[in-house]
């Protein structure tokens, strides 16, 4: 029979690295005025540390009058002793430590190779100090990013930036980031801002590191070459693309000096050549929200959930989305047949679909709280269309809930997306609607280009 003793154990250990009984290990933590002299034992360390065991069995550790001697004037004696209590008694306490100190912490363990509180601190930082993150989020990320163990950690710091950008992009230390370090940011497809907003925040950082004046018309023949330079690693990773035409207009022509001329001759043509298609071998648009969609971005997913909830649409932002849109059926992928519509979307419950009416900007879609399945109308007080004059600009959109609600959806083998009398029958769109407000979707019979149709699942 075998009996467990482990915390009379523990507390035995504990004793011993309080009384210093036999100690071997003499070690400096700290530097000048917190300088102290800490006593351990070398048998213990080399058991519970790779980096004690390095040092004892390669014989680097200095030796003096019989006792090994080292030196960590990098680790104070405060986190010293949290360190060697958990070496002894497997006892860490971190509840009454500053989110800097853990991390400072969390560096001290990595040094010495003690793998299982890599782990715990970083998930202990990462459940209950997060908003150390909003202290010194550049100073932070580098750090993480200089230590190849701290996966989570590194993990959670970028998921958070990408989520909140402007809690790096509005720091005062963002002008002190390392090119690789905001070179890895931009190369992101999931940062929640809009992309002129990376750009100016790009054009921010760069005139710091040159000292040069936010003010092109004043730059010399220097000036512009020191500034093309800098911008050129980070030019191929902006979605010049996804910006609006005033913007690129205002913004971003104005640094035509700076920027290739093949490029600024291809956005011009974009912007000015009607349904010019952008070129090709570009980085995608940064997916913010991980939404599967050629026709609708992040920044409309709030305004769904809004709308699908009869709330202001400030109420939502991309934290507390209740939804996932996932894509169920693409008409320019899937085929434009009514049957295949059918079959991914019928039995799939609560479905918003989203179309674009050729050669303009305009999208319309509706929401569909039902399902599609069956061959009759259905009934729901919930359902709404909804149209956006401009699909890039969601200031243009109107939403109309549903007025006759036992003709609010209309299921049948034949038809698409029909909402009232906003039909899709056979791929042919018509609007004579008197079932929803008038949102402005065109009347009478109209082209649609493509039409997606997303999932609605609660999270």
């Not at 609607?433 to 009347?443: M, Q, R, T």
Request: proline letters at 4%.
């Amino acid at each position: 029979m075998s009996s467990k003793f482990l915390a009379e154990l523990s507390n035995d250990y504990e004793k011993l690295f309080e009384t210093e009984i036999g100690y071997d290990v003499i070690i400096h933590a700290g530097e000048g005025q917190n300088r102290k002299e800490i006593h351990a034992h070398s048998n213990i360390l080399c058991i519970r540390s790779q980096y004690f065991r390095s040092a004892f069995s390669n014989e680097w550790a200095e030796k003096r009058d019989g006792k090994f001697i080292f030196k960590k004037p990098n680790i104070s004696p405060q986190l010293f002793n949290i360190i060697l209590r958990f070496i002894y008694c497997g006892i860490i306490e971190l509840k009454n430590l500053q989110g800097p100190d853990v991390l400072e912490l969390l560096i001290a363990v990595d040094e010495l190779n003690i793998n299982s509180l890599v782990s715990h601190i970083q998930e202990f930082l990462i459940e209950h100090k997060t908003e150390f993150l909003q202290q010194n989020p550049t100073g932070i990320l580098e750090t993480v990013y200089q230590h190849e163990t701290f996966t989570d950690l590194w993990n959670f710091c970028l998921e958070k930036i990408c989520e909140e950008p402007k809690i790096l992009f509005s720091s005062d230390k963002f002008i002190s980031l390392k090119a690789p370090l905001l070179e890895f940011l931009l190369k992101r497809d999931d940062i929640n801002i809009d992309e002129i907003e990376i750009w100016e925040n790009l054009l921010k950082w760069c005139f710091a590191q040159q000292n040069i004046k936010d003010d092109s018309t004043k730059w010399s023949k220097e000036d512009i070459i020191r500034v093309e330079r800098e911008l050129y690693r980070f030019i191929p990773l902006i979605r010049f693309y996804d910006i609006e035409p005033t913007d690129f207009f205002y913004k971003v022509y104005c640094y035509k000096d700076v920027l290739p001329q093949d490029l600024i001759h291809n956005l011009l043509e974009f912007y000015i050549v009607p349904n010019m298609k952008f070129k090709t071998n570009l980085p995608p648009s940064r997916n913010r929200y991980h939404l599967d969609s050629t026709l609708i971005e992040s920044k409309h997913v709030p305004i769904f959930a809004s709308w699908i909830e009869r709330k202001d649409s400030s109420h939502y932002n991309m934290k507390n989305i209740p939804y996932d849109f996932k894509l169920l059926y693409r008409s320019n992928r899937d085929g434009t047949d009514t049957k295949t519509f059918h079959e991914n979307c019928d039995n799939k419950g609560a479905t918003i679909w989203v179309a674009k009416i050729k050669d303009s900007t305009q999208i319309i879609g509706g929401y569909n709280p039902l399902d599609w399945n069956g061959n009759n109308w259905k009934t729901t007080t919930d359902s709404f269309i909804f149209n956006f004059t401009d699909g890039k600009n969601i200031s243009t959109a109107k939403v109309g809930y549903v007025i006759n609600q036992k003709s609010a959806v209309f299921c049948y083998g034949t038809y698409g997306p029909t909402m009232g009398n906003l039909h899709c029958n056979r791929n042919k769109w018509s609007n004579s609607d008197c079932n929803y407000p008038n949102v402005g979707i065109p009347e009478n019979n109209f082209t649609v280009e493509y039409y997606e149709v997303f999932q609605v699942i609660n999270k």
